[in-house]
């Protein structure tokens, strides 16, 4: 800034915060100066050469053209005042866009022709047909070109560490752009308001930004879209955003959480509330969802808190950053503590088990693995999804003989089916089976005489499967069975193989206790994914095990298909066990 625009910013009068607002105002004259100074700094950028010398010699150019079409926005060159004297705005607030960048292809194409949407014309479609499609409209192809080129540069720039290096290694979601921009914005006494989706607090990748939210994190208000706030995007529950308040960064952790928030009028009431009576729960005793107000709801987080969360969540890798989880009562951080002292869990077991969904629905299809059939089924035909298994119960619906969603299934009577029986399946196999061994390994056994890797059978085993999809409102959020050997499974579920037999037993018996589905239900994720199996209780004692492997053999193993299970794991001492 030249001299002039120097003695206008540091005016005494202007920068005291304690002098009349009439005083505390820039002049006409000063307010001019400025504008000229932000003038002269645009106007000054430009070079005899750069990297467009060729196709334009002066970069200012280049810059007005394309800021004419895009319209970018420099807030510390339109408000030079602001970061002058305050080193940035007081107040933020807003609800970004909660856009992951992507081009939309289809979108842009149905414009000259509209046919595609209305026909529901797929994107692979599309891409085989765009040629002609720009053969018949050059305008189009030019459109197309244009997005195509602003998409990917756009993406690059909000994927690029140097412009947002809290971001680094995550999927990029504008919002967080947002948020990570704010920060920088923001003056040492300033206020960040800001509405956004939780996806900061779980990212398996968030590692860098949480390190940053935590120390700035004043309050943080968790909303279940389940009352229709945001009308329409609803998508059965599963829309989950929050209410954040930030401000400058301190030495210590210091936050106020709310979760499981229906209304904001519940927000108000539980820092209203004198304490007395017992805290609700999600729904309240008719069944509706439950917006009465209790103050233990509100959870004070210091870094005791957080390390408590590592320790029950994450093995106690590093507190500053760990996943913030969906804690609905002060009182729950005791039972976490609890939790959190088991010496034991998944990760701890050797070797690593084996954790995946074998085979993705739309890439089985695509690629021949499976065809879609309902029909009923003999031997190990049967494919498993997520509808047909339970809590320890391996055969809990069948798919209707017309079945096109989740809802297409119905209860099985286990009283009155037969020893060999098998509900009906969606999908057949269509390759050999070694082939699926093939594609889904087992276990690394050694190496052959050419020094390749060898793997044992992974369909061979029998499986842990659960549903994949969760929700925090059902019934139960952790719903799984054991899978019978030499059966294939798809996406929607997740199977969880061990080397031994036994632990897999513990494993199904502990997940379908309520204390396993109340730790994952707290975790308030949608999707069972690996990082959430890993710490996980395993390892109890041994006197417990005669109680729990028989209760679990017997919910489980339901028709023959079991039989190698449960001789490979009979114990006399199940014959010990009584009954309540």
């Not at 292809?105 to 765009?130: F, H, M, Q, T, W």
């Not at 006494?189 to 939210?213: A, F």
């Not at 069975?481 to 632990?503: T, W």
């Not at 299970?565 to 014959?575: N, P, R, S, T, V």
Request: hydrophobic share 35%; proline share 4%; glycine share 6%.
């Amino acid at each position: 800034l030249d001299n002039r625009t120097r003695k206008a910013l540091e005016r005494t009068d202007m920068v005291s915060e304690d002098t009349d607002g009439e005083y505390n105002r820039i002049s006409e004259d000063e307010s001019q100066i400025v504008a000229k100074s932000q003038e002269e700094l645009l106007t000054a950028a430009h070079g005899n050469t750069n990297l467009f010398s060729d196709e334009d010699p002066l970069r200012l150019k280049i810059v007005c053209r394309l800021s004419e079409r895009y319209r970018f926005f420099h807030p510390m060159l339109e408000f030079i005042e602001v970061f002058w004297l305050r080193d940035g705005f007081d107040i933020i607030c807003g609800n970004p866009p909660w856009v992951m960048l992507s081009f939309d292809e289809i979108g842009i194409v149905s414009d000259k022709y509209p046919e595609v949407a209305i026909r529901n014309i797929s994107a692979s479609e599309v891409s085989l047909l765009r040629n002609e499609y720009f053969e018949e409209s050059p305008q189009l192809a030019e459109i197309y070109r244009s997005e195509e080129t602003e998409t990917s540069c756009s993406i690059s720039f909000t994927n690029a560490k140097c412009n947002y290096p809290l971001l680094d290694g995550q999927k990029t979601n504008l919002y967080k752009c947002v948020l990570e921009n704010s920060f920088t914005l923001l003056s040492d006494h300033g206020y960040i308001g800001m509405l956004h989706p939780e996806s900061v607090y779980d990212d398996p990748k968030g590692q860098p930004l949480r390190r940053e939210i935590y120390p700035r994190l004043r309050y943080h208000f968790q909303y279940e879209n389940e009352l229709n706030l945001f009308s329409g995007t609803n998508d059965h529950g599963r829309m989950r955003f929050g209410e954040n308040v930030y401000g400058s960064s301190q030495n210590e952790i210091d936050f106020l959480n709310m979760n499981n928030v229906f209304h904001p009028s519940t927000i108000d009431a539980c820092f209203a509330h004198d304490g007395h009576g017992i805290c609700g729960g999600i729904k309240d005793d008719n069944g509706k969802w439950n917006i009465s107000a209790h103050k233990e709801r509100i959870v004070h987080f210091t870094e005791s808190e957080l390390k408590v969360l590592c320790m029950a969540f994450e093995e106690g890798a590093d507190w500053t950053s760990t996943k913030l989880v969906s804690i609905h009562a002060s009182s729950i951080i005791f039972v976490l503590k609890a939790l959190a002292s088991f010496d034991g869990n998944v990760s701890k077991i050797n070797p690593e088990p084996i954790i995946t969904v074998a085979f993705d629905e739309t890439g089985c299809l695509r690629k021949g693995y499976t065809k879609r059939e309902v029909c009923e089924t003999e031997d190990n035909k049967l494919v498993y999804v997520g509808p047909h298994v339970f809590v320890s119960n391996p055969i809990y619906k069948t798919p209707r003989k017309r079945c096109v969603q989740n809802s297409d299934y119905d209860p099985i009577d286990l009283t009155s089916i037969k020893e060999n029986y098998q509900p009906r399946t969606c999908f057949i196999p269509q390759l050999d089976f070694k082939e699926y061994n093939e594609i889904q390994k087992g276990f690394f056994i050694g190496q052959n005489a050419n020094g390749e890797n060898e793997y044992d059978s992974w369909l061979s085993y029998y499986k842990a499967g659960f549903r994949r999809m969760m929700g925090s409102s059902s019934e139960r959020s952790l719903s799984g069975a054991i899978l019978p050997a030499n059966y294939l499974h798809i996406g929607s579920i997740k199977s969880i193989v061990f080397n031994r037999h036994c632990d897999m037993l513990e494993f199904v018996g502990l997940c379908s206790s309520i204390v396993l589905d109340f730790k994952i239900k707290i975790m308030g994720v949608t999707d069972l994914h690996k990082d959430r199996i890993m710490p996980l209780p395993l390892g109890i004692a041994d006197k417990y095990k005669p109680a729990l492997f028989s209760r679990t053999l017997l919910l489980n193993c339901l028709t023959t298909a079991y039989a190698d299970l449960w001789q490979e794991m009979w114990d006399g001492a199940y014959k010990n066990e009584t009954w309540s």
